[in-house]
């Protein structure tokens, strides 16, 4: 726990209209805030109280700044990349409404407390809106506070915070970090303490205050409250306490936001354009001062102005998974010289071409699998096709006619478990996985979804599936991504392709790909996604991403090698960005009074070598051209 005290409190005092006023001659310096902060005029000051935003995780967080500042942009990802979900509870609304939070106004002054028994200095305890969650838990709060507060007169206010778990209290352009006054901050989770600060304003006006307030597994309560001459604790928006309201002031000039969010994580490959938006007052930035880089490299942004927004795009071209992207953006302003840097950093969702295998679809039948359903080769797929399929449960004789030993092999003094309830007479132990973030595959979601549990050392899982082909007929390669857990042992497994012998029948498996991170997961409950490694690196090292290639019919067999047990969701292939073919004529021939032409790719057309080419409408190779000009051009892309 790191706990930072802006200023320390002051001694001499003064009394004016009622509150605590320190004068000049005190002994340390408070924080100046300056008049240019005034909100006066730019919201009428008609809903007394504060706006607070709410979201609960169902999981531990890190107790700090950074990270719940990303879960409140939706920029802190789960497993896969995807927002927290929200167990925060709002009346007769569905956690998928509001992810992001929910925004509650709240009469009356900021004294919160989970169950609204007394806590603290003061004794008006209101329940946190929200909470108990969907889960009936008070537990992993993060928390926007939006408030303005009427300073009556100039001087210097004395203010404390009584809280559980950590906060950050800023004010100024509390929409733009580069414009901040920040002001005390408590940094981790603890019991509740009281922080102290003075704050001088330079003149009489109304002041908008932003708190992220956020805690861990313990009491949950926060209340604000300034001091009086008696020294008093007032609650804010009491009698005898300063003035707050929940009203939203028009913005003040030049504040910036982006998309992606500053440090955001799991952003989708498809992401096109980092844009920027910076909020102005039209004549006080510079365009032609605007400049820009990607991974320290000078890019060129296009600019567009609309209403008092400055938007700013840099293009962003084929995004590589796992990656972080770093980039800064400077301009002029009247204020001088802004420059502001940030990164993201890339998921493997939103790639076009992404296939899917759902780790408990293995083999049936002693190489059977199931072509009738989309089984995420072929689209959006349900889950549940393989439900019943297979036998072999404790059978250890691979002759006998049944699954085991050819389609998997289960360790027998474990299978048969209760916990096989999707494949039952397999005894390969699943378990079912029924939250938004086991469900969801970027572009859907499946309905059916279940983990293979308890994968030991000599086990192993068959997948035949038909992988696409070329217009040519050639195979595409594949990096590979699986989500898994483990506690205890680090996972360590291998990925190989299976093929028959065509003399003597035998099976032989060719190694391609190693998933060895030589670590474990925080849990068997907590899944991340790894990508498949070259066969030649080492667990725990390396970034070289195997590069796998797949094209027909294909059978993959995962394997659990050393002391490793570990829990498997679902394999992500994602097509090499290398693996895009060039176009190709392959042959142009005479067939009578017509020509006939074969290609791999897509045809194009154009009445000269100089003209535009275009799509030739419903083209597929071969394909018949009936002359109807003296010439036309043809290519293949």
Do not use: C
């Not at 409250?225 to 913005?251: H, Y």
């Not at 292939?573 to 021939?589: H, N, R, W």
């Amino acid at each position: 726990m790191q706990q930072v005290l802006s200023k320390a409190f002051l001694a001499l005092v003064s009394l004016t209209a009622g509150f605590r006023v320190l004068t000049l001659q005190a002994q340390l310096e408070p924080i100046q805030i300056p008049g240019k902060f005034d909100l006066s005029g730019r919201t009428e000051l008609s809903q007394p109280g504060f706006q607070i935003r709410i979201h609960q995780a169902n999981e531990d967080l890190l107790n700090t700044e950074s990270e719940r500042e990303k879960v409140l942009t939706g920029m802190r990802p789960d497993s896969l990349g995807f927002p927290l979900e929200n167990f925060a509870k709002e009346t007769g609304a569905t956690r998928e409404d509001w992810i992001l939070g929910h925004t509650f106004l709240v009469e009356g002054a900021i004294d919160l407390e989970q169950d609204g028994k007394a806590a603290g200095a003061a004794n008006e305890e209101q329940i946190i809106p929200g909470i108990p969650g969907f889960e009936e838990k008070t537990s992993f709060l993060t928390a926007e506070i939006l408030i303005l507060i009427e300073i009556p007169e100039p001087g210097t206010y004395s203010f404390g915070l009584n809280a559980s778990g950590g906060f950050t209290v800023t004010t100024g352009n509390v929409n733009d970090v580069m414009d901040i006054i920040r002001i005390a901050e408590v940094d981790g989770h603890q019991e509740a303490m009281t922080t102290r600060f003075d704050l001088n304003f330079e003149q009489t006006g109304i002041y908008q205050f932003r708190t992220l307030w956020y805690t861990g597994d313990g009491n949950a309560s926060f209340e604000w409250w300034t001091l009086d001459s008696e020294e008093n604790r007032i609650l804010l928006n009491t009698e005898g306490g300063l003035r707050t309201f929940s009203n939203q002031p028009d913005p003040l000039t030049s504040f910036v936001r982006s998309t992606p969010s500053p440090d955001a994580k799991g952003v989708f490959l498809n992401q096109s354009a980092l844009e920027i938006e910076i909020k102005h007052d039209l004549s006080s930035v510079s365009n032609d001062s605007i400049a820009a880089t990607l991974n320290g490299e000078p890019v060129t942004p296009q600019i567009q102005v609309t209403g008092d927004t400055l938007n700013v795009s840099i293009e962003l071209n084929e995004l590589s998974a796992f990656t972080q992207y770093d980039w800064t953006l400077s301009f002029d302003s009247e204020s001088g010289i802004r420059e502001i840097a940030s990164s993201f950093t890339t998921a493997v969702f939103g790639a076009e071409g992404l296939l899917f295998i759902e780790a408990e679809d293995f083999d049936f039948g002693r190489g059977q699998w199931e072509q009738r359903t989309p089984t995420g080769m072929t689209g959006a797929y349900p889950g549940g096709a393989y439900r019943n399929r297979g036998n072999g449960a404790g059978e250890t004789d691979v002759d006998a006619d049944t699954d085991f030993g050819v389609d998997y092999f289960e360790d027998p003094s474990t299978n048969g478990k209760p916990l096989s309830a999707y494949r039952p007479d397999t005894g390969v132990e699943t378990v079912r996985r029924t939250s938004q973030e086991d469900t969801k595959r970027g572009t859907f979601s499946v309905i059916t979804n279940h983990s293979v549990t308890d994968n030991n050392k000599g086990e192993w899982l068959n997948y035949t599936r038909e992988f696409p082909l070329s217009a040519n007929g050639s195979k595409f390669e594949y990096h590979i991504f699986v989500r898994a857990s483990s506690e205890g042992t680090p996972i360590n497994a291998s990925l190989g392709l299976v093929s028959a012998n065509p003399e003597s029948g035998e099976l032989t498996v060719n190694t391609v790909a190693l998933l060895n991170p030589g670590r474990a997961t925080a849990d068997s409950n907590t899944f991340e996604l790894f990508p498949l490694r070259e066969t030649d690196s080492q667990p725990g090292e390396g970034d070289a991403l195997a590069r796998v290639e797949l094209g027909g019919t294909e059978v993959l067999r995962m394997t659990t090698l050393a002391e490793s047990s570990h829990d498997l969701d679902y394999f992500i292939f994602l097509p090499a960005a290398s693996t895009v073919e060039p176009g190709e004529i392959i042959s142009f021939a005479r067939d009578g009074n017509h020509l006939v032409i074969e290609y791999a790719g897509t045809l194009k057309s154009a009445a000269s070598l100089t003209s535009e080419y275009t799509p030739v409408k419903e083209a597929s190779s071969p394909f018949t051209v009936i002359p109807e000009n003296s010439q036309t051009f043809f290519i293949a892309e």
